[in-house]
């Protein structure tokens, strides 16, 4: 089960997100808030202090406006998101908004009929039951089939001219363009997998096996393993040169705080990798890095690599299995990495376990 | 070796090894001299918003369940300097 998003904060807050817009205004008014870094400074005997400020001493510190619930974000005055950053929905409503109705638009600009691709009610509704109701049919199936034909709305002469293998040929092709194969390069698919230009590269892997004096053969032996894998650097190229997802990737780290009143000190709040101390600590070094004249003047910033690795079981009756190493981004939405169809996990490598049979011929 | 036979060699140290030392070369792998150095002197990117931009891979977490996570510990021993 999917873990689910919080709640939207409130319906102002969901259409506007109040950080933001209150940002922006900040930055253009009077009005900000802005801290600067010396009287600031976190003091490392008091891990309250330390955690309540960005950990650096070097940099001022924007501060955005409380929303209603009370929570603000504490910014590096140096690396403020750009103006055309992504409207940052993180904490008000963490859910990308669903694309599907602008992809069947872009399939069909002159899309009108809300039974698309099927023309019409009656067979999308045969279709409905054929696909979506189980593989296998049950009494259930059967009843709700005659439900559907013996409705008042049901037209048998709609179903004449259906063609049903152009249709189902259509609703292929629109689950191909939610599941593009560059942001999944190992799919299922037989041909994609086979792509020579995915990135994906066999590689040879010796090590040397030292067998003992008790063996028929002692000495070393070297054992050869074949290895798929990906380049890390071409797994961050790809993510980033798509514009849609460079736009939600969150280069820039902040704090994000919560003050129910004036008179309690202010607390932070855990939520993202890239509002974590470990992000914020490695961004700030980064920035101090860069103070050095002779450094590049480029914009620095962290890519976050977060690691998984899982065995899996590939047959319920054999023993094949697979290793994978799966590689998410900690500059995305942690909401949007539980969300299947956003394809923001990426594999990265197929390990290889050294095989028994190896050593069962050679065993003593 | 009277284990051969079976998945598995629980405790067996050559087989502990090979299956260290096969993990190693195949993170040593991953982890190459271009990412190594990419991590260092970060790599400069031009991004899908058009803004360049010079970026530092870090490896902040990994994820995996009890007995990888075994595996990981006792055989990972790469250099300090890459693992945060």
Known sequence: ?364 | MEHAGGDKLPGDPLFTHCHRELFHAQWKDLLDNEFIHAYKHGMVFVCGDNIKRRLFPQIFTYSADYPEKCVHTISLSLPTEVWL
């Open chain 1, 1 to 364: 089960m999917l873990p689910e998003p919080p709640l939207p904060l409130s319906p102002h807050d969901v259409e506007v997100p109040p950080e933001v817009s209150a940002l922006e205004a900040d930055l253009d008014s009077t009005s900000a808030a802005l801290v600067t870094g010396g009287n600031q400074s976190p003091s490392l005997e008091d891990p309250a202090a330390q955690s309540a400020q960005l950990p650096s001493t070097q940099h001022a510190v924007l501060t955005t406006s409380k929303n209603s619930f009370g929570v603000f974000r504490l910014y590096d005055e140096g690396s403020i998101p750009s103006v055309n950053d992504p409207k940052d929905q993180s904490w008000a409503d963490p859910l990308p908004p669903p694309q599907l109705e602008e992809c069947v638009s872009q399939l069909s600009p002159s899309f009108i009929n809300p039974f698309h691709p099927y023309l019409n009610e009656s067979s999308w509704q045969i279709g409905d039951w054929y696909w979506n109701q189980g593989a296998q049919k049950s009494k259930q199936n059967f009843k709700s089939l005659v439900e559907i034909i013996t409705s008042a709305n049901f037209q048998p002469e709609d179903l004449y001219h259906t063609k049903w293998a152009a249709i189902d040929c259509q609703l292929g092709s629109l689950g191909a363009v939610h599941d593009p194969p560059q942001t999944t390069p190992m799919t299922p698919d037989f041909e994609e997998w086979q792509v020579e230009d995915g990135g994906w590269m066999w590689r040879t892997m010796t090590i040397s096996v030292p067998f003992p004096q008790h063996f028929l053969h002692p000495g070393p032996r070297d054992y050869i393993s074949n290895f798929y894998c990906r380049s890390l650097l071409s797994i961050i190229r790809e993510a980033l040169s798509d514009p849609t997802r460079c736009k939600s990737f969150r280069f820039e780290p902040y704090s994000l705080r919560w003050n129910r009143s004036c008179e309690v000190d202010d607390i932070g709040i855990y939520g993202e990798l890239f509002s974590s101390q470990a992000f914020i600590a490695a961004h700030c070094n980064l920035q101090d890095a860069q103070l050095d004249p002779t450094s590049c003047m480029l914009p620095q910033r962290i890519v976050a690599i977060m690691f998984w690795s899982d065995t899996t079981q590939l047959t319920a009756f054999r023993d094949a299995k697979l290793w994978p190493l799966y590689v998410y981004f900690g500059n995305e939405l942690k909401y949007q990495h539980c969300t299947p169809t956003a394809n923001l996990c990426s594999h990265a490598a197929y390990f290889q376990t050294v095989h028994v049979s190896f050593f069962a011929v050679i065993r003593i």
